[in-house]
């Protein structure tokens, strides 16, 4: 992942991803040598430091009547990350009753276009117990680069874990010996069931169906049955898969 990227999902937009960078690079600059060096425009590079000095990313410092930029230490995002975060999970209970959950209650959801697909997997990391997955490794990586960054970066032991279930291919082998551990186990499924064009999650009491390799779709059913049902299912196609 490229460094602008983690930036930007760090609370940074595109261009005061580059402005910060830029800043970084240069240490001290006036706005003109930081336009410079971030490739944009003089009067958006004024707007952009204002937004990274008001986000407390950048610090104005006048010399000899002139005016320069600094940036703070990058270490601050990761404050405001972890800020932001405790804020979101003190204000998960309320805004939970706001939407009205109801445990077990069946629903639908549907979830369209490449860039939407990884939201629905979010709430799998904010349950306890067990996490599975069907899919064609290669295929649901594509569509799911955020989520598998998550899964490597998730904290996993009794109260979360994993089993996975891919496609017995040279792929599938490399990802199988990769991730496996004590919490996250791995098998892939016999050559007879394949090609496997879909992602499979199944977590708590919802099964996530999402069509990986044409159109986009996930479809998210929350219903204890249908889960079950699932579960089983996995449960029968682990038996019969490769370690």
């Not at 407390?56 to 005016?67: D, E, I, V």
């Not at 939407?99 to 979830?111: N, W």
């Amino acid at each position: 992942m490229q460094i602008t990227d983690t930036l930007i999902q760090l609370g940074l937009d595109q261009k005061e991803s580059a402005v910060y960078l830029a800043l970084l690079e240069l240490k001290e600059a006036t706005v003109l040598e930081i336009a410079k060096k971030a490739q944009i425009k003089r009067p958006t590079a004024y707007v952009v430091l204002n937004q990274l000095a008001t986000k407390g990313m950048a610090s104005r410092l006048l010399k000899n009547r002139r005016t320069f930029y600094a940036p703070e230490h990058p270490r601050k995002l990761v404050t405001e990350a972890e800020m932001r975060l405790k804020e979101i999970k003190s204000a998960a209970p309320q805004l939970e009753a706001l939407l009205g959950l109801v445990e077990g209650k069946p629903s639908v959801m549907i979830y369209e276009g490449k860039e939407n697909l990884d939201i629905a997997y979010d709430e799998s990391f904010a349950i306890k117990g067990e996490v599975l997955y069907m899919s064609t490794i290669k295929l649901s990586q594509e569509v799911f680069q955020r989520t598998f960054r998550k899964m490597d970066l998730a904290t996993l032991g009794p109260n979360f874990f994993m089993r996975e279930l891919v496609d017995d291919s040279e792929q599938g082998k490399e990802y199988q010996s990769k991730v496996t551990g004590p919490f996250r186990k791995v098998k892939r499924m016999p050559a007879q069931f394949l090609p496997f064009n879909v992602d499979i999650g199944i977590f708590g009491n919802r099964v996530l169906i999402t069509s990986v390799s044409k159109e986009y779709f996930t479809v998210s059913l929350q219903s204890p049955e249908i889960a079950q049902a699932f579960k089983f299912l996995f449960e029968a196609m682990w038996q019969l898969s490769l370690s």
